[in-house]
């Protein structure tokens, strides 16, 4: 497919495709990916802690070794391989449904409150700006401490980071379709006879890809950090559920006497971040005939 | 001596020339033209003369009082600019500050190259504000660019070029965003201040009608080259050059209109719109603008209606509400006895006036101009699209290209494809080809009619052309402030004008004989007086 060469073509691209594609695949084939190992994510290994030390794993850079690739985690010993690969489903699989979310309700709205009438865009934008006002910490803690216990736990926790974060891709859908309408191009499909629905799905959407991919690529990392964020605030996933946030927040205690443990999730987000980023950027350029080609 | 003498000038942008081996002089006071399309380097040439390119190559050699600037220091250039030799830019409005008052601006620039004190300074830029013939130019050099009215931005620029007495004006297109009657008196001004003070003139533009009266000589560039120059009299009169007699030919001819009497097709009776105005002073709402105030007129089967006016008079929304596009505040539109809200779609079509802003650039033409067929339930209608796109001048395999990769003219023959998809009877035309040069101005016109006699249209064409109107419209009905002030066949309008503002736009359009524009020029200055 030419769509799929052109975007292989640009290098920064690749790069990130490779990188994501290789987290989402761990993310997938986590229990595969343990059993390997010969590993599981909640067995205690006391024996490989230096008590003596506060519980530091023993050997060099956190207890590396054949059977533990990665090392161990302070304080209780559990598998730092499988306990990275089971937190890349939680970290990647909340972020990445929260933003299929937010992208659904802001863009919905947003190009709702853009064609729609004056009440209408009015009713919209004060809702996109309630959201955006509220204290979203608060709101989330509550809504998550009242939930009963036995609900799936990531599923909420998408839920709830989407419905309250998807102001900002509203502002920015609605901003844009309000320009676009007024294209001579928008009013040559209405001569033509088509309908808001038409006019939106043919010509507004399509002009509304780049800004909105640009804006998911700045989302989603903050969707890993606000799911990083609840679950240290222990409203998040429950332990002993690993997730790469939750091992950040608890790496906080230990990164002096066991500074590998703060290396190995801060590093793994960072490299997650950027990949997307050079994706969403990637997609960007090349679904513009505009940019896709070399300049004119 | 001769105040600059260009020998051999290559300007090339990369690996593309965009001028190549061009060679003029120009006298003290004397006052040159250069005309081409666009693509023709002659903007390119006036970047060059001010030292203006960064990223172009130059060779040979642009002397301006014995300094040679391609070969000039960054702060000769500084102390030139300005003092020297000054430049009039074509957009008024992106020339100016917005965030500084007219006055200062100018002061300002005075300051610079004479280090006068503020108070001198305000007290020249007052003065060349006056000479541009501002009113009242005490109290308007403290207002902003925003408060001036494109015509008055455009004086004020030129008052700033003046204010340093430079020896030189090179004017880029000084007129193109203005309406005939604006471009008129900048043009006559332009003329004034070079014989009351003096200064060179080169005048660049893309329309003969505009160098013809202006300038002394003429160079008619193509491609880069100059194809043909001489004294404007000689050049413009009796070319010698294939070239030039082109361009002669392309600009609007006369034609015969026809007498039409069939039964009106298109109903506008009593159509008002008015737009409220959002912003309040006080507590009292301001009055709403009367875009169109009070407009009754047909449009006969068959015939090619011509709707003119200056920008502001309402022609554009007048357009917009006969294809159904914005309802009208009062009044009722029909089309065939139906209100014409309800045909859209179907037998009333529109062609824009900017061929890139209404084409959908993230969507390929050929799916363009599929949608009003789509609409209509065709299921493939590929083959349809390409012969539309084989109608129109264009080839069958452009369906899968984009807006951007086509040039302006190719782009207005898409524009007219989609219009024609749907079959309608009647085309509403918003200054089809306004922003096209002369050439393919003329090719898209020779096209409209084309298909208008195929077909048998009806076409209701609105422009602020008079040229292309006497060409291409069999009645014509002239718009001022909202209103029809005056309407009739063609020929009748043209030669026993009813309304003084009839006469004053008919007095103000560029005629590429410069006999003719003085003459006219002349006429315009007795009235003044």
Not at chain 2, 77 to 92: D, K, N, S, T
Not at chain 2, 497 to 517: C, G, I, M, N, S
Request: hydrophobic share 45%; glycine share 10%; proline share 6%.
């Amino acid at each position: 497919m030419t769509l799929l060469r052109r975007l292989f073509d640009d290098r920064a691209f690749a790069t990130g495709a490779v990188i994501a594609g290789i987290m989402i695949l761990i993310a997938v084939f986590a229990p595969l990916l343990t059993k390997l190992a010969g590993q599981d994510p909640t067995t205690f290994h006391n024996e490989l802690l230096d008590s003596a030390r506060g519980g530091v794993p023993i050997g060099r850079f956190g207890g590396i070794s054949g059977e533990h690739w990665l090392g161990v985690e302070p304080g209780t010993g559990r598998d730092l391989f499988a306990r990275v690969v089971y937190g890349a489903r939680v970290s990647l699989g909340v972020a990445l449904s929260a933003l299929a979310l937010q992208l659904l309700i802001g863009v919905g709205v947003g190009v709702a409150a853009g064609l729609g009438g004056r009440y209408a865009d009015a009713a919209l934008s004060r809702l996109t700006d309630l959201t955006l006002a509220f204290p979203s910490l608060v709101l989330a803690i509550a809504l998550l401490a009242i939930v009963p216990q036995n609900w799936p736990r990531p599923l909420l926790l998408a839920v709830v980071i989407a419905l309250l974060q998807w102001g900002g891709t509203a502002r920015i859908t609605r901003g844009e379709t309000l320009s676009l309408k007024t294209r001579d191009y928008v009013a040559a499909a209405q001569v033509s006879g088509a309908g808001p629905w038409r006019v939106a799905r043919r010509e507004i959407l399509p002009g509304l890809a780049a800004p909105v991919l640009t804006y998911a690529a700045l989302v989603l990392p903050s969707n890993m950090i606000t799911e990083a964020g609840l679950s240290f605030l222990g409203v998040g996933v429950r332990p002993p559920t690993p997730s790469w946030g939750q091992m950040l927040s608890s790496a906080t205690t230990w990164f002096r006497a066991d500074p590998m443990y703060v290396f190995l999730p801060g590093g793994l987000l960072f490299l997650t971040l950027l990949a997307f980023m050079l994706v969403a950027n990637g997609v960007r350029r090349v679904i513009d005939p505009r940019q896709s080609e070399v300049l004119r | 001596m001769t105040l600059l003498s260009v020998r051999d000038l290559c300007i090339t942008f990369g690996d593309t020339p965009a001028v190549d081996g061009l060679s003029f002089d120009l006298e003290p006071g004397g006052a040159l033209g250069i005309v081409g399309e666009s693509g023709s380097g002659k903007s390119a040439t006036a970047l060059a003369l001010l030292g203006l390119h960064t990223r172009a190559t130059i060779d040979g050699t642009i002397a301006f009082d014995g300094l040679d600037i391609t070969k000039a220091t960054d702060d000769r250039l500084r102390a030139i600019r300005g003092a020297g030799i000054a430049m009039v830019f074509q957009e008024p409005l992106t020339a100016l500050s917005p965030f500084h008052r007219v006055g200062d601006q100018i002061a300002e620039v005075y300051r610079l190259h004479t280090g006068a004190s503020k108070k001198e300074a305000r007290a020249r830029a007052i003065e060349v504000l006056a000479q541009v013939h501002i009113p009242d130019p005490e109290r308007r050099a403290d207002a902003y660019p925003h408060q001036f009215s494109g015509g008055m931005r455009q004086r004020a620029l030129i008052a700033m070029a003046l204010s340093c007495r430079p020896r030189l004006i090179v004017a880029d297109e000084p007129t193109t965003a203005l309406d005939v009657t604006v471009q008129a008196q900048i043009l006559d001004l332009l003329d004034e201040v070079r014989t009351t003070t003096g200064t060179a003139l080169l005048l660049i533009s893309h329309d003969l009608g505009v160098v013809a009266g202006a300038t002394d000589d003429v160079i008619v560039m193509r491609a880069g080259v100059a194809v043909e120059s001489g004294p404007t009299d000689q050049v413009l009169v009796t070319p010698r050059e294939p070239y030039t007699r082109e361009l002669l030919a392309a600009s609007p001819q006369p034609s015969a209109a026809r007498p039409i009497s069939s039964p009106p097709l298109l109903r506008v009776a009593e159509v008002r719109k008015h737009f409220p105005q959002t912003r309040r002073r006080g507590l009292r709402r301001l009055e709403p603008v009367k875009a169109v105030d009070g407009i009754t007129l047909d449009v006969r089967a068959g015939e090619t209606l011509g709707i003119v006016g200056e920008s502001g008079t309402g022609k554009t929304t007048l357009a917009r509400m006969m294809v159904g596009l914005i309802p009208p505040t009062s009044g009722s539109i029909t089309f065939d006895g139906v209100p014409i809200t309800r045909r859209r779609g179907r037998s009333v079509q529109m062609v824009f006036q900017d061929p890139l802003s209404s084409l959908n650039p993230r969507r390929t033409i050929g799916e363009s101009i599929a949608d009003p067929l789509r609409l209509q339930g065709m299921t493939a209608p590929r083959i349809k699209v390409e012969e539309l796109l084989v109608r129109v001048g264009l080839s069958r395999s452009l369906y899968s290209r984009y807006p951007h990769q086509l040039s302006g003219g190719m782009r207005q023959r898409v524009g007219i494809a989609r219009a024609l998809a749907p079959d309608p009877r009647l085309i509403v035309c918003d200054e089809p080809v306004s922003s096209l040069d002369v050439t393919t101005q003329a090719q898209v016109l020779a096209l409209l009619e084309d298909i208008r006699r195929e077909r048998g249209l009806t076409m209701v064409f609105v422009t602020h052309d008079l040229a292309v109107l006497r060409q291409i419209a069999d009645r014509v009905a002239v718009l001022h402030s909202g209103r029809v002030v005056e309407l009739g066949d063609v020929a009748q309008v043209w030669e026993q004008p009813q309304h003084a503002y009839t006469k004053e736009l008919l007095a103000a359009v560029p005629v590429a004989d410069p006999v003719e524009a003085r003459r006219r020029r002349a006429e315009r200055r007795s009235v003044a007086r």
